[in-house]
Every structure is written in C-alpha cells, then in structure tokens.
C-alpha cells in the first residue's frame, strides 16, 4: 500500500514522504533531522530523492542524507544546485520500481528557471508552483513563462491531489477573498482552512478542481477578478495583463 506523508520542516514547508511498509522516496528535503527521524521510526529504506528546484528550504537537507544514504538525487541539474546526480527534462519519465511509481516530468519554469514537477496519476508534487489559492513568486523568467507553467498544470485532471511545498492557504485565501468577494468556493475554502489550522492539521494536499474554483492566478478570465482589478486601476483586460496585476497586488498583500 502507498502512503503519502507531509514532514514538517522548517517555518512552513512540508517535505514528502512517499513510501510503502519498506521503502520510500523523499521529496524536496529542506532539513535533514525530521527526515532521519521519520525513516527512522518507521523502519524505512531511502531509495532516492526528488527535487523540485534548487532554492534552500528545498534543499538544504540534501548533503546530509546523502552522507547517510547513498541515494540518488532526481532532479533539473543547475550551475548553483550541486545536489542533482540524475538530470530530467521536460518529457522524461522516471521510475521509481520500489514504489511502483512512474513520474511524468514536466518543466514549470517562472518561478525559478530549473524548476520542474512531478506528475503521476492522482498525484503532482509541484513544489513553490501552486499553493493552496497561490502560486510561487517570480524570481526568475518571465510573468508569462510562470502563468504558463500554472495554466499546464491546471489542465492535468481535476481529481489530480496537488502535494505543495508550503503551507500557505490561511494567507493566500483572504486575498483570493478580496479578489472575489462573491465567490462562495472561496470562502467555504476559507472557512474549512481556518478550522483545520486552528487543529494543526495541514491544509495540503488539495485538488486541482479546488484551485481552479478558489485560486485567483488559474482564474484571470473571471470577471469579478477583473472588475475588481479594474477599480485598482486596470485597464488591459488580457490574461497576462490580469496575471501581473494580480501578481504586484499580493506582492504588496
């Protein structure tokens, strides 16, 4: 049997722990110490780990496994992120035989150029892509290489559970609120948010279906999101034009 299993770490990342009752797979490693602990306590084998992008609190755990477990590390290689011992590019496939999981990698750059994703049925573990009602800010690329690695994502299948890399749904969902007031998805998400942060539960992960009803960055057509970006001072009405208006405004948020 599969189980996927967040690990906190850090301030609010989750890493991934996918694993069977012998082995299992870890996904973007910020520490080393809960990983250890958890594979540890449950008796596991480390068969590999996957990395999403390069950035510290994805990495910043790597080195250590390393040192304990000779794994590899599957992932986009890059001049600054010596971690990576198997490179992947957009269309390759990775199998993982322990776990009887074969990964579609797609290349989701806008937030970082190395970044990509992992892609399974039922399953995407996409890194700082797509939060819960939010999306990773850019830092490298363009606004419209980041807009299009979100609306590719947002095509894979609406039951697909989105496992992301932070806990950001209590922050994000108040702007998608103010973005569209009117929107009763938004706000039952809101309310059921809340409820499971109150018990310390995690809000991820979460369905493509619900980011595309609550997420305001997979909504640029809306017209609610427009107008009320229209009284901020919008006046091109394009999806990117939106898509950058929405991005400086929860800048600011």
Known sequence: MLNITAIPALQDNYIWAIHNDKHVVIVDPGEAEPVLEFIQQNHLQLHAI?????HHDHVGGIAELRRVYNVPVYGRSHPRNPHITD????????RLKPLDIVFDIIETPGHLEDHIVFSAPGMLFCGDMIFGAG???NFEGTLAQLQHSLQ???NLPDDTLIYSAHEYAEYTLPFALLCEPGNQNIRQRLAETRQLRAANLPTVPFTIAQEKATNPFLRCTNPELIHTLQT???TDTSELAVFTALTQWMAHF
């Open 87 to 94: 490179d992947l590019h957009e269309g390759d496939k990775l």
């Open 232 to 234: 901020r001072g919008l």
């Open 152 to 154: 590719r994502l947002a």
């Open 50 to 54: 996957l990395c999403t992008h390069r």
């Open 135 to 137: 999306c990773g800010k």
